[in-house]
């Protein structure tokens, strides 16, 4: 029981690249989300997925896109990364609310 | 969308002393409020949660109350030990979707 994965851990883009961050879990939740987190603003929703084939918008959802084709994976791509992207991403999925986040991804854009 | 406010950023006390966490939403149907800490370069991990057809929760050295009527919620750490120094972010959410955090609290536990 792997929990939630992601990968990479540790990516640097050039601004104008695209790239995705992947996120898996193995506990069959049907909630998962993404967040990004930066210094001294906590950790702020981009999109999340009540469950398969259904995504929405959180709190920051400009530039970055989701999809939520199985129960398992729920990738998060970068479509034109920007500096302003750099931060730590972490996925999580939730049972009953009670989130469970991945290790994190810390990405810069150069 | 909801709005959750967190203070204090900073918080230093003594081994041994208590420390009081506070934050504020501005959703009056948020329902579900957990609280989560965050040890340096490691993820975030819930510690407890409230949700609000309860006043107040206890699990061992830790508590949570909730005051609805003012939308604010507080965490209590008591005898405190360095090993609860980290980050601590409280959350809100409505019906367990769409959930906003605070922008944490730093506490450090002084030997």
């Known amino acids: 029981n792997a929990g939630v994965t992601q990968t990479p851990k540790f990516q640097v883009l050039k601004t104008g690249q695209s790239m995705t961050l992947q996120c898996a879990q193995d506990m069959n939740h049907e909630y998962m989300s993404w967040y990004r987190q930066d210094p001294g603003m906590g950790l702020r929703l981009i999109h999340y997925s009540v469950g398969a084939g259904i995504t929405d918008q959180g709190e920051v959802p400009n530039g970055y896109n989701v999809s939520r084709s199985t129960t398992e994976d729920f990738p998060l791509r970068l479509l034109s990364a920007a500096p302003s992207q750099t931060s730590v991403y972490f996925c999580?999925?939730?049972?009953?609310?009670?989130?469970?986040f991945g290790p994190g991804t810390r990405l810069t854009v150069l | 969308g909801e709005n959750v406010e967190q203070h204090p950023s900073t918080l230093s006390v003594q081994e041994g002393d208590s420390a009081v966490i506070k934050c504020t939403y501005s959703d009056s149907a948020s329902n579900y409020f957990p609280w989560y800490k965050q040890e340096l370069g490691k993820r975030p991990q819930l510690i407890i949660d409230i949700r609000s057809n309860v006043g107040e929760k206890k699990d061992q050295r830790i508590a949570v109350t909730l005051n609805k009527t003012a939308k604010h919620f507080s965490l209590h750490i008591t005898e405190t030990q360095p090993e609860d120094s980290a980050v601590y972010f409280c959350a809100a959410s409505i019906n367990n979707n769409d959930m906003r955090f605070g922008a944490g609290t730093r506490l450090t536990v002084k030997p």
């Open positions: 999580a999925s939730s049972f009953d609310g009670k989130q469970f």
